[in-house]
């Protein structure tokens, strides 16, 4: 090939390894900065609207996220249900969530970190307080899946029901929500955090987690 | 040490490559394992630390940061000292980098086994590891660009541009995405919420793919595959072009993970414009692969490396136009969420980066340690169970993905309710497919393991151990 204009003043920056990192690093943070940056300059209306009926995690339901994570849940449910007619008709079976079924970014303003996922080997789960509500059924499913759901693959956490909470760690997490990120938190909250947590096992922690998903957005009313 | 005759400091190449083919192994053999638990799932055996849910991040964690960077490290370290004809900077910073990236992984290991975890794919190491692999990175900055200023060649060949893009990008958005709040020595909450969490996640996630997996494989491709073939590359100029708008287009592009979610509009469209424009690039690597090689197509019947590297371009190509055609918002509505994206990432993760990592290795191995490779026949065994594994796995995700999300979206024509109500039906219809999967993981990990021997047998037969011998 000919030697072009472009090809030989190039050359020269190829002799120069500063400026070649330099003009690197420019050319990664344009797009880095346009990406990351506007959602926090925005003005929170914007990027993320405000739902006034969405609540903090309890210290119990707390607890049961930080197990969602532990175990990796995530891994094949998702939390996050889509603006389709076939997605929200799945997700939204009792009509609990209005013309709008789909979800909205201030459902999610409690949420560090983000629990939306990638694969939905498993069912989504961001509505399972209005799909099942059953805390006796999310027992016995999560002790063996396939007692109550024929077929499914997903492991079984016997251990859960094993394990108990450890209240002190779950109140001190509370405490850096609050103080950290302004998380809301009450009095009242961390004394009923107390009460719940005394003699709760992963699994209650686990399933007072499962149906505090979509609790505070179904069924208000003037949706 | 006595094998070390030459100028360059080769102990620490050696030990990248070892630890290449381990976790290769080990995070391969996880991946198998998990993939029978999809389709027999009492393989999770009840027990915490064999199931799904922990075992699925050590997969992706031991592939991506245990095997992939051991070959990026190996091929960095090894090549750069021999394009700029100078030795590496500090042998001794090479040696706590290499000590301290498998002290990492080990610990990654660990933790993901007993849960720690912070949700965040491809970064769910807690922030105590986090800031090793700060530290790791740090080295390896100094020992990179030191080297860089003590070379005896001026001109960088492009290798080196893709390695120092990397250099660069990966502790930006390694360090952003993982900022966040500590309440215990293994548990930390993310500074950001929802969705601007989300948002910083998929721009880091995206990213990894980018300058993980991607331009430091550009820069081996670059350097190894001209070698190999004792060929020039094709084309300078198009090496040019193509590394800068590779580098300013990918980081835009991780919006394409959140298509159809909470984040706004702009954000999402500006991530599909983006990904459609990264086609263009990406196929400018590879077309200067695929011409690199039209000068040497009659060694492609014989030589087993050289068909591991031509079969790596071709995932190269074929990944990353499937890649922007998900990034489709109406693609994207059937295939997210699906197998179908499972099969994409192993379409780039089995044949571009395992390829091209197994090319090297098969060129590099014999030549650092001074020997034949052992068995060309054994090598060309491990590219058709490899190639084989591939294709059973990239099919069998495509019919199990299209499956899935067609089943999702069924619905009765004159009533418009849903067909396929039931969840384990729809898991039912997928088994076989799954089970072919593992099948095709199965040929791939065996194809792995007789690399490992072969490998193995190579190290033995060089000179300077059968004279300790």
Not at chain 2, 38 to 45: A, D, Y
Not at chain 2, 79 to 96: C, G, H, N, P
Not at chain 2, 181 to 209: K, R
Not at chain 2, 409 to 435: C, F, H, P
Request: proline share 4%; hydrophobic share 45%; net charge neutral.
């Amino acid at each position: 090939m000919s030697e072009s204009k472009i090809t030989k003043s190039h050359t020269s920056l190829e002799n120069k390894s500063a400026l070649f990192a330099i003009l690197t690093t420019v050319a990664l943070l344009v797009g880095g900065l346009v990406e990351v940056l506007p959602p926090f300059l925005m003005s929170s209306d914007l990027f993320v609207k405000p739902i006034a009926s969405v609540k903090p995690y309890s210290g119990l339901e707390l607890a049961g996220r930080d197990l969602y994570i532990k175990e990796g849940c995530l891994n094949c449910h998702t939390q996050m249900i889509r603006p389709f007619k076939w997605e929200t008709d799945r997700f939204d079976p009792t009509r609990a969530y209005g013309d709008a079924p789909y979800s909205k970014g201030g459902e999610y303003v409690y949420d560090r970190p983000f629990l939306w996922g990638s694969k939905r080997t498993g069912p989504d789960l961001w509505h399972e307080s209005q799909i099942q509500p059953s805390a006796a059924w999310h027992k016995t499913h999560l002790i063996n899946p396939r007692e109550v759901s024929e077929n499914s693959v997903m492991p079984g956490y016997p251990w859960l029901f094993e394990n108990k909470v450890d209240a002190d760690t779950v109140i001190g997490k509370m405490e850096t929500l609050k103080n950290v990120f302004d998380v809301p938190y009450s009095d009242e909250d961390f004394a009923k955090a107390k009460e719940e947590l005394a003699d709760a096992t992963e699994g209650d922690a686990m399933i007072a987690y499962l149906l505090k998903l979509g609790r505070d957005t179904a069924n208000i009313e003037g949706q | 040490m006595e094998h070390n005759k030459g100028n360059y400091s080769n102990g620490v190449v050696k030990g990248f490559l070892i630890s290449a083919v381990v976790w290769g192994v080990v995070g391969m053999l996880v991946g198998l394992i998990i993939a029978f638990q999809l389709v027999f799932p009492s393989l999770n055996l009840d027990l915490p630390w064999t199931s799904f849910g922990r075992l699925r991040p050590l997969h992706t964690n031991a592939i991506i940061f245990g095997f992939a960077l051991s070959i990026v490290f190996a091929g960095v370290y090894h090549s750069m000292q021999r394009v700029l004809r100078t030795r590496l900077f500090s042998d001794t910073l090479a040696k706590i980098h290499l000590i301290l990236y498998n002290t990492i992984i080990v610990l990654a290991a660990v933790t993901l086994l007993l849960g720690y975890s912070q949700a965040k794919e491809y970064a769910e190491l807690e922030w105590p590891i986090d800031i090793l692999v700060a530290v790791m990175w740090v080295i390896f900055t100094i020992n990179f660009f030191g080297t860089l200023a003590i070379r005896k060649e001026k001109q960088m060949f492009v290798a080196i541009w893709f390695f120092m893009a990397t250099v660069i990008a990966v502790p930006i958005l390694y360090i952003v995405n993982n900022l966040a709040i500590p309440t215990g020595l293994f548990s930390s909450y993310s500074i950001f919420s929802g969705s601007f969490d989300a948002n910083v996640q998929w721009w880091y996630g995206h990213n990894a793919v980018a300058f993980v997996l991607t331009t430091p494989f550009l820069g081996i491709m670059y350097y190894y595959f001209p070698k190999h073939i004792k060929l020039p590359l094709y084309s300078h100029r198009l090496s040019i072009v193509h590394f800068w708008s590779l580098v300013f287009i990918y980081i835009w592009a991780g919006p394409h993970h959140l298509l159809w979610s909470p984040v706004p509009d702009w954000a999402q469209s500006l991530g599909t414009a983006f990904s459609i424009m990264l086609i263009l690039p990406s196929w400018g690597g590879m077309l200067n692969g695929f011409l690199t090689l039209t000068q040497a197509k009659e060694k492609v019947q014989t030589d087993a490396t050289l068909k591991f590297f031509l079969v790596a371009i071709t995932f190269y190509g074929m990944s990353t136009f499937e890649g922007p055609m998900m990034s489709l918002k109406s693609v994207n509505g059937l295939s997210h969420f699906t197998d179908w994206t499972i099969g994409h990432v192993h379409a780039g993760a089995l044949g571009w980066v395992g390829f091209m990592s197994i090319a090297m290795l098969y060129y590099l191995v014999p030549r650092v340690w001074h020997t034949k490779l052992y068995s060309e026949k054994f090598a060309n065994w491990h590219f058709w169970l490899g190639t084989l594994g591939i294709l059973l796995y990239v099919v069998s995700m495509w019919v199990s993905g299209i499956t899935e999300g067609l089943l999702w979206r069924a619905v009765d024509s004159s009533t418009g309710e849903l067909l396929y109500k039931s969840w384990n039906y729809i898991t039912d219809q997928l088994w076989a497919m799954r089970l072919v999967r593992a099948l095709g993981g199965t040929l791939y990990l065996t194809g792995m393991i007789l690399m490992g021997y072969n490998l193995y047998k190579t190290v033995q037969l060089s000179p300077s151990r059968t004279k300790q011998a």
